[in-house]
T-cell receptor, first 111, second 112 residues
Framework: GQQLNQSPQSMFIQEGEDVSMNCTSS?????WLWYKQDPGEGPVLLIA?????ELTSNGRLTAQFGITRKDSFLNISASIPSDVGIYFC???????????FGTGTRLQVTL | DGGITQSPKYLFRKEGQNVTLSCEQN?????MYWYRQDPGQGLRLIYY???????QKGDIAEGYSVSREKKESFPLTVTSAQKNPTAFYLC???????????FGPGTRLTVL
């Protein structure tokens, strides 16, 4: 099955810094989702995007549905220690298609 | 509280034994899913069910089996035919197949 490419694979940042990560696909997607997974736990939904160009925020998190519909971006502003975890993108190519997950971006925050 | 529960959190089994992982949801969701997660990889779909008494294979169904006799429950059996069963297993559910999926806390299976 297809997997989405996420970049970067891992990031080490200092508390207070902003973070950017992205997800790309060779196929056009009509839905993009961003999840966060804490160590040893299941992923938790952060943001859902349904329209090309859409920009949606959830607190310090902002995600965008790329205009080409082949990518999506997640930004975290003013990072804090509890932002540590793995961030996954996921998307659908069609309304009845299965959800495809990215390979994840591991975020580490240092004080 | 509504949610998805998976039990146990950690499971150890000897090689060659079948093992069943539990997944229960009280969200009244029609669709349920099983994923496998390995280090450094994304989630891979094992099986999914869109409605009671119906289920379909995902991308990596070999060596696994499921049942969906009740709307709330979707147990996964890891059989001895699964060549590399040690992994983190995640169950998810959604209102329907096309809706956003919500995940349980996961079960870490270690085969010795």
């Amino acid at each position: 099955g297809q997997q989405l490419n996420q970049s970067p694979q891992s990031m080490f940042i200092q508390e207070g810094e902003d973070v950017s990560m992205n997800c790309t696909s060779s196929s056009i997607f009509n839905t993009w989702l961003w999840y966060k997974q804490d160590p040893g736990e299941g992923p938790v939904l952060l943001i859902a995007l349904y329209k090309a160009g859409e920009l949606t925020s959830n607190g310090r998190l902002t995600a965008q549905f790329g205009i080409t519909r082949k990518d999506s971006f997640l930004n975290i502003s003013a990072s804090i220690p509890s932002d540590v975890g793995i961030y996954f993108c996921a998307g659908r190519t069609g309304t009845a298609s299965k959800l495809t997950f990215g390979t994840g971006t591991r975020l580490q925050v240092t004080l | 509280d509504g949610g998805i529960t998976q039990s146990p959190k950690y499971l150890f089994r000897k090689e060659g034994q079948n093992v069943t992982l539990s997944c229960e949801q009280n969200l009244n969701h029609d669709a349920m899913y099983w994923y496998r997660q390995d280090p450094g990889q994304g989630l891979r779909l094992i099986y999914y069910s869109q409605i009671v008494n119906d289920f379909q294979k995902g991308d990596i169904a070999e060596g696994y089996s499921v049942s969906r006799e009740k709307k709330e429950s979707f147990p996964l059996t890891v059989t001895s035919a699964q060549k590399n069963p040690t992994a983190f297993y995640l169950c998810a559910s959604s209102t329907s197949y096309t809706d956003t999926q919500y995940f349980g806390p996961g079960t870490r299976l270690t085969v010795l």
